[in-house]
C-alpha cells in the first residue's frame, strides 16, 4: 500500500512539473482578494488569474468608476454587465507565480507568461455596493462612510477554452472589491455663517474653501425677534427650510462667498458631489446683542443623502452665529 501511495505522489510531482506546460481543469479562487488597476478588476492564486476588463481607452476610466461607483445599489437591482458587450472576462493560467505587477504594468515583465488562457463568450457580471460606515463620533453622533464593498458575481459563464471546447459556469461569487468615499471636510466657522435676504437663504463657507452648507427657503419666523431666548425650530424639507451640502472640485473664489450663494445663477465653480438632507431640524435661538440681535443656528439631527447614500451630520451640530 505505501509504494502505490509513493507511485502516486511521484506521478503528481512529475505532471505539476511539467517545464510551463499548465493544464487548467478548475476555476478556484476562493481565498484570494479582488484587485483592480486601470480598467481592470482581478483575482490572483499562484500562476492563475481571473481577469475582468471594462471598456474604455487607458486614460479613460469611466466605464469602471461607473461600475464601482461609490454609491450604494437599490435592494436587488445591482449593476449588472453583459459579457462580452459591457466587459470581458478571461481566465489564464501561467508557467510561474503571478503577482499584480504582471497585469498592471506597462509594458508588462517578460515572465512569467500565459500559456493557456480562456475568453468568456457569455454570460453576465454582478455588482451589489454596500455602504459601510465608520463608528458613531462620540461627541457628536456624526456617523460618515468608511468604504463602499462591491461584491462580484458571474452568472451563466460559458468560457471557450484554447481546444475549442467550452467551459459553463452557472454561478461564481467572485469576492470584495472596496472603493474609498470622497473626503468631505465639513469644516465649518460659525462666525462666517451669512444671509442672503433677497434669496431667502442662509449659507456657511469658509473664504476660499471647498465647500458650502446653505438653507433655502428659511421659514422667516426663525429669525423673529420675537420670544428672546426660546429655541425656535422648524423641519428641514425638499423645497422650504432645504439643506445642501455642496463640495466644489476647486475652491470658492476668495472674498466671493456671498456672490456665489447670493446669486441664483452662480455656475462656477463646479460641483464635485452635492448632498441633500432628508430629514433632521433647524433650530435658532435669538438674543440681543448690543443694538441689535444674535442669531445661534444649529442643525439637530440632519441626515444628508446622494444617489442611494447617506451620512449622519450629527445630533447637535452648531451652524452659525449671525449678527443683525
Not at 64 to 77: E, H, K, L, S
Not at 129 to 145: D, F, K, L, S
Amino acid at each position: 500500500m505505501k509504494k502505490f501511495l509513493g507511485i502516486l505522489v511521484l506521478v503528481f510531482l512529475l505532471n505539476g512539473c511539467d517545464d510551463g506546460d499548465v493544464t487548467v481543469n478548475i476555476i478556484d479562487f476562493d481565498g484570494s482578494a479582488v484587485g483592480a488597476c486601470g480598467l481592470l478588476a482581478y483575482k490572483l492564486t499562484e500562476n492563475r488569474a481571473l481577469i475582468i476588463k471594462l471598456p474604455g481607452e487607458q486614460d479613460d476610466l469611466s466605464a469602471f468608476t461607473n461600475a464601482f461607483a461609490n454609491d450604494a445599489t437599490p435592494a436587488d437591482t445591482p449593476t449588472t454587465l453583459d459579457i462580452p458587450g459591457e466587459a470581458t472576462v478571461t481566465y489564464r493560467a501561467y508557467n510561474g507565480n503571478i503577482s499584480s505587477d504582471v497585469l498592471c504594468s506597462n509594458p508588462p515583465p517578460i515572465s512569467p507568461i500565459a500559456v493557456e488562457e480562456w475568453t468568456a463568450t457569455a454570460g453576465s457580471i454582478e455588482i451589489t455596493t454596500t455602504q459601510i460606515n465608520n463608528a458613531p463620533n462620540a461627541e457628536t453622533g456624526q456617523v460618515t462612510i468608511s468604504k463602499y464593498q462591491h461584491s462580484i458575481v458571474l452568472k451563466n459563464m460559458k468560457y471557450l477554452k484554447p481546444d475549442g471546447t467550452n467551459q459553463e459556469e452557472p454561478f461564481r461569487a467572485l469576492g470584495n472589491y472596496s472603493t474609498t468615499p470622497t473626503t468631505l471636510p465639513l469644516n465649518f466657522n460659525p462666525d462666517q455663517a451669512a444671509i442672503c435676504p433677497a434669496t431667502n437663504t442662509i449659507y456657511s463657507a469658509l473664504n476660499a474653501g471647498k465647500e458650502g452648507l446653505f438653507i433655502r427657503q428659511y421659514d422667516a419666523s426663525l429669525l423673529s425677534t420675537d420670544n428672546l431666548g426660546v429655541e425656535k425650530t422648524a423641519t428641514i424639507g425638499a423645497i422650504q427650510n432645504a439643506v445642501t451640502y455642496r463640495l466644489f472640485a476647486t475652491p470658492l473664489p476668495a472674498g466671493e462667498n456671498e456672490t456665489y450663494f447670493c446669486s441664483s445663477a452662480s455656475a462656477t465653480p463646479a460641483i464635485q458631489e452635492e448632498w441633500r438632507a432628508v430629514s433632521g431640524i433647524i433650530s435658532v435661538t435669538t438674543t440681543t446683542f448690543g443694538s441689535g440681535f444674535q442669531h445661534t443656528i444649529r442643525l439637530q439631527g440632519v441626515t444628508f443623502q446622494k444617489g442611494n447614500s447617506t451620512f449622519y451630520y450629527g445630533n447637535d451640530i452648531l451652524y452659525g452665529v449671525i449678527t443683525q
